[in-house]
T-cell receptor, first 112, second 113 residues
Framework: AQSVTQLDSQVPVFEEAPVELRCNYSSSVSVYLFWYVQYPNQGLQLLLKYLSGSTLVESINGFEAEFNKSQTSFHLRKPSVHISDTAEYFCAVTPNFNKFYFGSGTKLNVKP | EAQVTQNPRYLITVTGKKLTVTCSQNMNHEYMSWYRQDPGLGLRQIYYSMNVEVTDKGDVPEGYKVSRKEKRNFPLILESPSPNQTSLYFC????????????FGEGSRLTVL
């Protein structure tokens, strides 16, 4: 079975500061990894994904995540956050694109 | 506009009164799935369907039923709702063979009294 741990339920940060949202997973098989973002009163949207190849993946809005197989982690980072990044972020894994396992979410609160 | 549509968006009901939450997608996706979102627990998968007439259990299927008679629709049925099914429910779809991107509906907030 797979499980995903997001240790930080809330992360407050000032605008233009860097941020890291942590994600660790456990699995007995290879998995594919995702970060989804949920803005208030909306469904989730894909932010970025790791399927294979380079362990560093980037999104179009400045976020990046690095897959670390030895530490079973997929932390999300952004060097300079904006107010508009305020949202809840979910890490997810799947072994086969059919069953998906999500973490408990991290609420990023960007303050002016 | 490509979208996943859920109805109702909000519902308050009573224990034992059967209800159905509908989900429809206009992207011709083969795969559809249902999740519930609870504070501190994130999203947990209830059921998924890889195509018409093909469904399988996720992690928390107890108390729910699904059917997939048409490609675009994937209703979630609560035959006898109980208060522990009070939750925010999301439907999602993706194209089979696509690399994992799920398209989510806007959610259905269900309260069972």
């Amino acid at each position: 079975a797979q499980s995903v741990t997001q240790l930080d339920s809330q992360v407050p940060v000032f605008e233009e500061a860097p941020v890291e949202l942590r994600c660790n997973y456990s699995s007995s098989v290879s998995v594919y990894l995702f970060w989804y973002v949920q803005y208030p009163n909306q469904g989730l949207q894909l932010l970025l994904k790791y399927l294979s190849g380079s362990t560093l993946v980037e999104s179009i809005n400045g976020f990046e995540a690095e897959f670390n197989k030895s530490q079973t982690s997929f932390h999300l980072r952004k060097p300079s956050v904006h107010i508009s990044d305020t949202a809840e972020y979910f890490c997810a894994v799947t072994p086969n694109f059919n069953k998906f396992y999500f973490g408990s979410g991290t609420k990023l609160n960007v303050k002016p | 506009e490509a979208q996943v549509t859920q109805n109702p968006r909000y519902l308050i009901t009573v224990t034992g009164k059967k209800l159905t939450v509908t989900c429809s997608q206009n992207m011709n996706h083969e795969y559809m799935s249902w999740y519930r979102q609870d504070p501190g627990l994130g999203l947990r998968q209830i059921y998924y369907s890889m195509n018409v007439e093909v469904t399988d259990k996720g992690d928390v299927p107890e108390g729910y039923k699904v059917s997939r008679k048409e490609k675009r629709n994937f209703p979630l049925i609560l035959e006898s709702p109980s208060p522990n099914q009070t939750s925010l429910y999301f439907c999602a779809s993706r194209r089979q063979g696509a690399t994992g991107e799920l398209f989510f509906g806007e959610g259905s907030r269900l309260t069972v009294l």
